[in-house]
């Protein structure tokens, strides 16, 4: 049996930064939801610095209705009117639920169009380090702007479901020794180098028993999965030692068999029931189908997920 293999595509003495935000892009729906969304983006800042944010609403397209007018001068309300309405409203509800200083800069934007392409547009312009929207738990459709956004955004998308806790405890990162599980490791250290009480980091990695029968390598099926366990182990020892040195006695890890084949839904399910503040996930999958697209565990637990905040690391 051999060690889950671990990745040195990152320097292992670059030096871990404390976590802060440039610019930020926030989709606001001038609904109910926006109160949740608000309010933890209030306590997420208090703790990570956001030099500058962009909170943005979009309108449906007006083409349509002014073409039922023979002139476009007797529409009922003008495009800038309406705009100017609007981002007073945003206005209001940023100064109700955000505390002042703790986002440098806020500029508030009104675009027409569809409310994705707008957010990513707009997030490519500015080039954003973060998009944040939040995710209601009651919606028909629900995850899915979460996910298509996981999928197009260029850089990190915070999604905060609209039950998520205001604190910053428990941070559960999935591991699968990949290149990109050591990104999410060094951001969730850089989140601790803000807080005044580091978070607990849990290190998850669900794991498979190999196809090959027990019975063929003569040893038993609890024998087999102590092999396997153990070698996991190894594996995370090593990791840590080489990717968090320092930290790696303070961070627990975990290991969960996979007997289903659905690693998102075993991932939500462990953060849950650990009561977990936020996750941290790697926007791409292992395999080389999925390097290519979101991947299909990230899927999965955005799908599922309507209680805990979920950063996806692009």
Do not use: W
């Not at 990570?48 to 002014?66: S, T, W």
């Not at 669900?206 to 153990?230: C, F, H």
């Not at 650990?274 to 565990?297: F, M, N």
């Amino acid at each position: 049996m051999t060690q889950a293999k671990i990745s040195l595509l990152h320097d292992p003495k670059e030096p871990i930064h404390p976590f802060a935000i440039k610019q930020a892009v926030v989709a606001v729906g001038l609904s109910k939801s926006d109160e949740a969304l608000l309010s933890y983006l209030d306590f997420f800042t208090q703790h990570i610095p956001v030099e500058q944010a962009a909170f943005l609403h979009v309108l449906p397209r007006f083409d349509l209705f002014n073409a039922l007018f023979q002139n476009e001068g007797e529409s009922m309300v003008s495009n800038y009117e309406l705009n100017e309405e609007t981002i007073q409203e945003m206005k209001t509800a940023a100064n109700k639920r955000l505390s002042k200083h703790h986002i440098k800069n806020i500029d508030f934007k009104v675009r027409e169009g569809n409310p994705l392409e707008e957010l990513v547009a707009l997030a490519e312009h500015t080039a954003a380090d973060l998009t944040v929207i939040g995710q209601q738990s009651a919606a028909s459709q629900h995850g899915i702007l979460a996910r298509n956004l996981a999928r197009k955004v260029k850089c990190n998308a915070l999604i905060v479901p609209d039950r998520s806790r205001q604190q910053l405890k428990k941070i559960v990162v999935p591991i699968d020794f990949s290149p990109a599980s050591i990104q999410i490791l060094r951001l969730a250290l850089g989140i601790n180098k803000q807080l005044a009480e580091p978070a607990e980091i849990i290190c998850l990695n669900v794991y498979e028993m190999p196809s090959v029968a027990s019975v063929y390598i003569r040893k038993s099926t609890e024998e087999l999965q102590k092999i396997v366990e153990e070698d996991r182990m190894e594996a995370f020892r090593n990791f840590l030692r080489t990717y968090a040195s320092t930290e790696a006695g303070r961070i627990r890890t975990v290991l969960i068999e996979n007997k289903l084949g659905d690693i998102g839904t075993y991932i939500m399910d462990y953060a849950d029931e650990e009561g977990a503040d936020l996750i941290l996930i790697g926007a791409k999958g292992h395999s080389r189908v999925e390097l290519l697209l979101l991947g299909s565990v990230t899927e999965r637990l955005l799908s599922e997920n309507d209680s805990i905040p979920t950063l996806v690391v692009k």
